[in-house]
């Protein structure tokens, strides 16, 4: 059974980086027709596409964030990893990794990590 | 980016009613529309896919519809497991997007 699991810090200062990772267990990485994705809830709010990285190392961003992102992987760990620079309160959400999968041309989020809080403050 | 607008954003209901969400998408997306279940502190969980592929384990009475800019989920009968919000998203272009999220409430 695959599964994924997000960790790293739960509190940031404002200005500084956000560091998360997602372990995947149960499957490699680098096989099938996946792309490997960030996306984040505010409380409340609701859900907003960082961004993913395919198993060629190709990444894709969501311009909004694309100044401050980056999305890399390391294939023998089996995990991929989120970056966000230049944080604010406006980043505080609940981070969520996620498997992109696509049959017959569609692409969908069939798996879902169980999110890990990040707060920004002082 | 692609909009999509989903509506309405809270809807009040009974066990056993059959419930429609509506989601519009700003321009054309073919069939890249799909619908995810997310409860209080949980992560989403994929319902629909491909406007109408049911997930694998999803239980029949979820069923979505629809193409281009209009799409629509329906649950036929409410369980009490049900109540909860859901979202839709499109796959057609980068950047993803989502709805705005609809609240099922008894």
């Known amino acids: 059974q695959v599964q994924l699991q997000e960790s790293g810090p739960g509190l940031v200062k404002p200005s500084q980086t956000l560091s998360l990772t997602c372990t995947v267990s149960g499957d490699s990485i680098s096989s099938g027709s996946y792309s490997w994705n960030w996306i984040r809830q505010p409380a409340g709010k609701g859900l907003e596409w960082i961004g993913r990285i395919f198993k060629s190392g190709t990444t894709d961003y969501n311009p909004s964030l694309k100044s401050r992102v980056t999305i890399s992987a390391d294939m023998s760990k089996k995990q991929f990893s989120l970056t966000l620079s230049s944080v604010t309160a406006a980043d505080t959400a609940v981070y969520y990794c996620?498997?992109?999968?696509?049959?017959?041309?569609?692409?969908?989020?069939?798996?879902w990590g169980r999110g890990t809080l990040v707060t920004v403050s002082s | 980016d692609i909009q999509v607008n989903q509506s309405p954003s809270s809807l009040s209901a009974s066990v056993g009613d059959r419930v429609t969400i509506t989601c519009r998408a700003s321009q054309t997306i073919s069939r890249y529309l799909n619908w995810f279940q997310q409860k209080p502190g949980k992560a989403p969980n994929l319902l629909i896919y491909a406007a109408s592929s049911l997930q694998s384990g999803v239980p029949s009475r979820f069923s979505g519809s629809g193409s281009g800019t209009d799409f629509t989920l329906t649950i036929s009968s409410l369980q009490p497991e049900d109540f909860a919000t859901y979202f839709c998203?499109?796959?057609?272009?980068?950047?993803?997007?989502f709805g705005q999220g609809t609240k099922l409430e008894i």
């Open positions: 996620a498997r992109d999968r696509e049959v017959g041309a569609y692409w969908y989020f069939d798996l």
């Open positions: 998203q499109q796959s057609y272009s980068s950047p993803y997007t």
